[in-house]
């Protein structure tokens, strides 16, 4: 049995899958934590992904590997190889203003036709934009940057520091791949845009070379293929196999919604992000803050665990009797408010009950991806059907009310790791040169009942 490997290297923590290369079986799985927080040295996702492997029972018996990661990590290294400071993640907001000195630079309507994208705070360029202007010695040190997915790719490869790598620190075997890239805020569909870059960091550095959906990266040093890696919600669009008119939702760290297109989205308002996928067509693309971890949040508010607050929202009516809570506790991207704080309202003496509560935290987070997917619906995506899936997704109380807010049927795939399945599936198609057509097993279907007071009320409270 030929097997094959896929790594989500997320915000909170780093997931293994091994599968049968042909049937798609899954074999074997690891994982272990991240650090939290906003800010995070390298270092540790390297640790986590050797404790994941261990944790999967190691690689020994795997032909192809694949790295998909969280997006946007701003990695720094210098001319030795080494991580200059922590890496700054997509969910560090203290780029906003020079995200808006960016815009105000180039134009939003420039920025969207060179790139795709509107710079927010998010995206690594601005993130190179703070370093020059808040670390200018750092930045000056900067001889290339990375992606989370595309360092750990290196250092897979046996790449990295003198000492701490078997061949070194060889910038220019760096690589990433084109949803990753797009992601960046300097690369567009002409490639990288050096006059973004230069303007963010100050200075021209290495930049990862662009690979192709199925082009290998190399190999490790024990002889194990190497694909080329992807941002993590273009994997999980190939590790759902999503079509035309699919549109998934994932209620992970991040909240996104994203679909698969063929047409370029270039959205000047910078609401949809019109990334690149893994398989060489488009990903219009909203992200949130604010997702699973407002549940976590209001869980331990209530002193509960996901399921009890699962039970608790699901006594509520829809509406929650009135109360809303908007559920800005990180500030938020989508709507682009990066010092916006989370807010309940509407309450009073008969709803401020504990399903009230529990349910209003639901309805919040759902609402917020109501509107992204109103928002990528706006930009011309077809949307026939919402594929839900992440962390999240895996409550009942989450795909009820999903049902209630989403305009388009509820299907939800059996619980899964669906970014590291993507990988895995890349990493077939790299070892075999064909892509996988593994079967996608549903765990439910609901259909679309909208309960108009829900989005109404979450309307009136955020504006
Ligand atoms: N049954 C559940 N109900 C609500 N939230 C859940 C449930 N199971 C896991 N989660 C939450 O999902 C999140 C992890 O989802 P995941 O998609 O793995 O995140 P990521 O890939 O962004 O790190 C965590 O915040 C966790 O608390
Ligand atoms: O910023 C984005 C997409 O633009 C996020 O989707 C990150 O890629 C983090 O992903 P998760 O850790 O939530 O999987």
């Given at each position: 049995?030929?097997?094959?490997?896929?790594?989500?290297s997320?915000?909170?923590?780093?997931?293994?899958?091994?599968?049968?290369?042909a049937?798609?079986?899954?074999?074997?799985?690891?994982?272990?934590?991240?650090?939290?927080?906003?800010?995070?040295?390298?270092a540790?996702?390297?640790?986590?992904?050797?404790?994941?492997?261990?944790?999967?029972?190691?690689?020994?018996?795997?032909?192809?590997?694949?790295?998909?990661?969280q997006?946007?990590?701003?990695?720094?290294?210098?001319?030795?190889?080494?991580?200059i400071?922590?890496?700054?993640?997509?969910?560090?907001?203290?780029?906003?203003?020079?995200?808006?000195?960016?815009?105000?630079?180039?134009?939003?309507?420039?920025?969207?036709?060179?790139?795709?994208?509107?710079?927010?705070?998010?995206?690594?360029?601005?993130?190179?934009?703070?370093?020059?202007?808040?670390?200018?010695?750092?930045?000056?040190?900067?001889?290339?940057?990375?992606?989370?997915?595309?360092?750990?790719?290196?250092?897979?490869?046996?790449?990295?520091?003198?000492?701490?790598?078997?061949?070194?620190?060889?910038?220019?075997?760096?690589?990433?791949?084109?949803?990753?890239?797009?992601?960046?805020?300097?690369?567009?569909?002409?490639?990288?845009?050096?006059?973004?870059?230069?303007?963010?960091?100050?200075?021209?550095?290495?930049?990862?070379?662009v690979l192709?959906?199925?082009?290998?990266?190399?190999?490790?040093?024990?002889?194990?293929?190497?694909?080329?890696?992807?941002?993590?919600?273009?994997?999980?669009?190939?590790?759902?196999?999503?079509a035309?008119?699919?549109?998934?939702?994932?209620?992970?760290?991040?909240?996104?919604?994203?679909?698969?297109?063929?047409?370029?989205?270039?959205?000047?308002?910078?609401?949809?992000?019109?990334?690149?996928?893994?398989?060489?067509?488009?990903?219009?693309?909203?992200?949130?803050?604010?997702?699973?971890?407002?549940?976590?949040?209001?869980?331990?508010?209530?002193?509960?665990?996901?399921?009890?607050?699962?039970?608790?929202?699901?006594?509520?009516?829809?509406?929650?009797?009135?109360?809303?809570?908007?559920?800005?506790?990180?500030?938020?991207r989508t709507?682009?408010?990066?010092?916006?704080?989370?807010?309940?309202?509407?309450?009073?003496?008969?709803?401020?009950?504990?399903?009230?509560?529990?349910?209003?935290?639901?309805?919040?987070?759902?609402?917020?991806?109501?509107?992204?997917?109103?928002?990528?619906?706006?930009?011309?995506?077809?949307?026939?059907?919402?594929?839900?899936?992440?962390?999240?997704?895996?409550?009942?109380?989450?795909?009820?009310?999903?049902?209630?807010?989403?305009?388009?049927?509820?299907?939800?795939?059996?619980?899964?790791?669906?970014?590291?399945?993507?990988?895995?599936?890349?990493?077939?198609?790299?070892?075999?040169?064909?892509?996988?057509?593994?079967?996608?097993e549903?765990?439910?279907?609901?259909?679309?009942?909208?309960?108009?007071?829900?989005?109404?009320?979450?309307?009136?409270?955020?504006?």
């Amino acid at each position: 049995m030929s097997l094959v490997a896929g790594v989500d290297s997320s915000t909170q923590a780093c997931k293994v899958v091994i599968r049968d290369a042909a049937t798609g079986a899954l074999v074997r799985s690891g994982r272990a934590p991240h650090p939290a927080g906003t800010e995070v040295d390298p270092a540790a996702w390297w640790a986590a992904l050797l404790t994941a492997f261990a944790d999967a029972g190691g690689l020994d018996d795997v032909e192809a590997i694949s790295v998909a990661g969280q997006q946007h990590g701003m990695i720094v290294l210098d001319a030795e190889g080494r991580v200059i400071r922590d890496a700054l993640l997509w969910n560090d907001t203290r780029s906003a203003r020079a995200a808006r000195d960016l815009i105000a630079e180039v134009g939003a309507d420039d920025y969207a036709r060179r790139t795709g994208v509107v710079p927010v705070a998010s995206f690594t360029a601005t993130k190179l934009r703070w370093l020059r202007d808040e670390e200018p010695d750092a930045a000056a040190r900067v001889a290339a940057v990375a992606l989370p997915h595309d360092w750990l790719t290196w250092r897979l490869r046996g790449f990295g520091p003198a000492g701490e790598s078997p061949l070194g620190p060889v910038l220019g075997e760096l690589t990433t791949d084109r949803s990753d890239a797009s992601g960046t805020a300097y690369w567009g569909p002409n490639g990288y845009d050096r006059e973004l870059f230069v303007r963010a960091l100050g200075h021209d550095a290495v930049l990862p070379r662009v690979l192709a959906p199925d082009e290998a990266a190399g190999r490790t040093p024990d002889g194990i293929l190497v694909g080329a890696g992807a941002g993590d919600n273009a994997a999980a669009a190939l590790g759902l196999d999503a079509a035309p008119g699919d549109v998934v939702v994932s209620i992970g760290t991040s909240g996104t919604v994203f679909a698969v297109t063929d047409a370029a989205v270039a959205d000047p308002s910078g609401t949809v992000a019109g990334f690149a996928d893994a398989t060489g067509r488009r990903l219009p693309l909203i992200a949130t803050l604010n997702a699973a971890r407002v549940l976590d949040v209001t869980a331990g508010l209530l002193g509960v665990d996901h399921d009890e607050l699962g039970r608790l929202a699901l006594e509520a009516e829809p509406g929650a009797s009135g109360a809303v809570l908007v559920p800005y506790f990180e500030g938020e991207r989508t709507p682009n408010l990066p010092e916006a704080t989370a807010s309940f309202s509407g309450l009073t003496l008969a709803n401020t009950t504990r399903s009230s509560i529990a349910r209003a935290a639901i309805e919040g987070l759902l609402c917020g991806l109501a509107d992204g997917l109103d928002a990528v619906r706006g930009q011309g995506v077809e949307v026939s059907r919402v594929l839900l899936i992440g962390g999240a997704a895996q409550n009942p109380a989450v795909r009820h009310v999903a049902a209630q807010v989403f305009d388009a049927p509820v299907i939800v795939p059996v619980p899964g790791e669906y970014v590291a399945d993507g990988a895995a599936r890349q990493a077939r198609w790299a070892l075999t040169g064909e892509r996988p057509a593994w079967p996608l097993e549903v765990d439910a279907e609901l259909e679309s009942r909208p309960c108009g007071v829900i989005r109404e009320q979450y309307a009136r409270a955020r504006a």
